[in-house]
């Protein structure tokens, strides 16, 4: 084995978990869940079938990654977050097939806050910052700072974490000498 599990963790066996990946007290990994090199996932974290994680991936405690959920490298999950994975849950009418599932995408380098839920159906692009508490019930763009229920658009942030002024110029460079452009209303691409 090489990655650490709690002993209080359950790995289901056929779970494929990469090198250097830290799963710590009272997780759940689902025997058809993959996930990727030097991850951590903490206390109390599920992890479902058919789920994919990628690499240096940040899961805090308390969440459940669903299936239909993907996570691309880099990805934060804040204590607490939500997925949702089913559009219209019903008790009398169960649906928990992997048919009932929607999709929900996390791009690489996304963030999100404590407790912010993400509604089955919709993308986190690239370097995406979901404010602690938000409710995203839609497609968030690239490199945007999302805060509210519903989540709305409040400001950009650079893949390193610096905040972009665009109010003086459409091309901003972050601490790091990345340069972004914001190209229209909802798009800002990493031009260098």
């Keep these: 084995m090489d990655y650490f599990k709690h002993e209080t963790a359950i790995v289901d066996e056929g ?7 830290k799963i710590w007290h009272f ?3 689902s025997a058809k869940a993959v996930i990727g090199e030097n991850c951590t996932l903490g206390q109390n974290v599920y992890v479902a079938n058919n789920v994919i994680i990628g690499n240096g991936v940040k899961i805090q405690n308390n969440v459940s990654v669903y299936e ?19 559009l219209t849950p019903r008790s009398e009418f169960p649906r ?14 996304a963030s999100i806050g404590a407790n912010a ?11 995406a910052f979901v404010a ?17 229920v519903p989540a709305r658009i409040i400001g950009w942030m650079s893949a390193y974490g610096d905040r972009l ?16 452009q914001k190209v229209g209303p909802l798009e800002v691409r990493r031009i260098k």
């Excluded at 938000?134 to 999302?146: E, F, G, L, R, S």
């Design 132 to 148: 602690a508490g938000a409710v995203v019930t839609k497609d968030v763009p690239a490199y945007a700072i999302v805060a509210g």
């Design 117 to 127: 839920t993400i509604v089955t159906g919709v993308t986190l692009h690239e370097g």
């Design 27 to 29: 997780c759940h990994i």
């Design 165 to 180: 002024d665009f109010s003086q110029s459409d091309t901003v460079t972050d601490s790091q000498g990345h340069v972004y």
């Design 68 to 86: 239909g959920v993907i996570l691309e490298d880099y990805v934060f999950c804040g204590p607490s977050m939500v997925f949702t994975n089913v």
């Design 96 to 109: 928990n097939t992997s048919a009932d599932y929607g999709r929900i995408l996390v791009k690489r380098g």
């Design 15 to 21: 779970a494929q978990i990469g090198r250097g990946t």
